[in-house]
């Protein structure tokens, strides 16, 4: 396992190098707005609880843009926030993240 402070996925938004998004020791989100200079904690994904049997952790991002990205869960749920990760929301069924 990661320390906590070590990026265990990162993305760079492809319309904007200075946009990042990252997840931190498998289970909380940051983004960065410069490059990567300075981090932002975004909320913690619903469901994400690595303590607790089975953990569920976060594999992977997708950056956007400033206020979008995706994310992947161990169990192979899909999570999406549109407003900077205040807020995420499951990805329903098969469809993709809407955007």
């Given at each position: 396992?990661?320390?906590?402070?070590?990026?265990?996925?990162?993305?760079?938004?492809?319309?904007?190098a200075?946009?990042?998004?990252?997840?931190?020791?498998?289970?909380?989100?940051?983004?960065s707005?410069?490059?990567?200079?300075?981090?932002?904690?975004?909320?913690?994904?619903?469901?994400?609880?690595p303590?607790?049997?089975?953990?569920?952790?976060?594999?992977?991002?997708?950056?956007?843009?400033?206020?979008?990205?995706?994310?992947?869960?161990?169990?192979?749920?899909?999570?999406?926030?549109?407003?900077?990760?205040?807020?995420?929301?499951?990805?329903?069924?098969?469809?993709?993240?809407?955007?």
């Amino acid at each position: 396992t990661l320390p906590q402070g070590i990026p265990s996925s990162e993305s760079t938004a492809p319309s904007n190098a200075l946009i990042r998004w990252r997840v931190i020791g498998w289970v909380s989100v940051e983004r960065s707005i410069d490059g990567g200079n300075t981090w932002i904690k975004t909320a913690v994904p619903p469901g994400v609880a690595p303590n607790y049997m089975p953990g569920l952790t976060l594999v992977a991002i997708r950056a956007v843009d400033s206020l979008r990205a995706v994310v992947q869960a161990s169990d192979g749920t899909t999570l999406y926030t549109t407003n900077g990760g205040v807020s995420w929301e499951r990805v329903q069924g098969n469809s993709a993240a809407p955007f």
